[in-house]
């Protein structure tokens, strides 16, 4: 079975551009979920989608994150445009289970934004 | 708002020995899940362990085990037998459940030394 891959592995950019990550969930699991962590500090959740739906989107920094997720399946995270503050690791997870009952997130191995 | 705390940024251990790694959360509610996460130099993060709050027994998975003390919101990792490729990044994570989104710490880079 296939595990979660993001892409790209790395982004270099210049402030101002813009940037879309990928994510491809474990097929079959509905949950998907991005988090960031910034340099040192700790994992921050992002947003979470069950299916096509954004069941949470409470940890979106500001209007300049968009994360899309069509058809249920592959999750794209747009930032337009890109500050430096946006620099970090943006990670993907997914899992099978809704809320209520023991919740494994499996991780991809995370895209690499550097915000010049 | 619940939180987790890890206070030790690195930590290092000589091959074959033993190695706690801290973590501590705040939370206000009952039930919930408890996370230790490892994520090895470039490669990615896996679960290690696991420990659900209704469960007085600390969760043991071969030579990982955890100190679970929920009255004192502490959820320690000790790491038996160290190898090196526990070499890693290992973060303490809360699930509260009525929101699946994990809570993490800041991690702790723990090295095995040969």
């Given at each position: 079975e296939a595990g979660v891959t993001q892409f790209p592995s790395h982004s270099v950019i210049e402030k101002g551009q813009t940037v879309t990550l990928r994510c491809d969930p474990i097929?079959?699991?509905?949950n998907l979920y991005w988090y960031r962590r910034v340099m040192g500090k700790e994992i921050k959740f992002l947003l979470h989608f069950v299916k096509e739906s954004k069941?949470?989107?409470?940890?979106?920094?500001?209007?300049r994150f968009l994360a899309e997720r069509t058809g249920g399946t592959y999750s794209t995270l747009k930032v337009q445009?890109?500050?430096?503050?946006?620099?970090g690791v943006y990670f993907c997870a997914s899992s099978d289970r809704l809320a209520g009952d023991y919740n494994e997130q499996f991780f991809g191995p995370g895209t690499r934004l550097t915000v010049l | 708002a619940q939180t987790v705390t890890q206070s030790q940024p690195e930590m290092s251990v000589q091959e074959a020995e033993t190695v706690t790694l801290s973590c501590t959360y705040d939370t206000s509610e009952n039930n919930y899940y408890l996370f230790w996460y490892k994520q090895p130099p470039s490669r990615q993060m896996i679960l290690v362990i696991r420990q659900e709050a209704y469960k007085q027994q600390n969760a043991t998975e071969n030579r990982f085990s955890v100190n679970f003390q929920k009255a004192a919101k502490s959820f320690s990792l000790k790491i038996s037998d160290?190898?090196?490729?526990?070499?890693a990044m290992y973060f303490c994570a809360f699930d509260g459940?009525?929101?699946n989104k994990l809570i993490f710490g800041t991690g702790t880079l723990l090295a095995v030394q040969p």
């Open positions: 097929s079959g699991h509905d069941q949470d989107e409470s940890g979106m920094p500001n209007n445009p890109a500050e430096l503050e946006d620099s | 160290s190898q090196l490729g526990d070499t459940g009525a929101t």
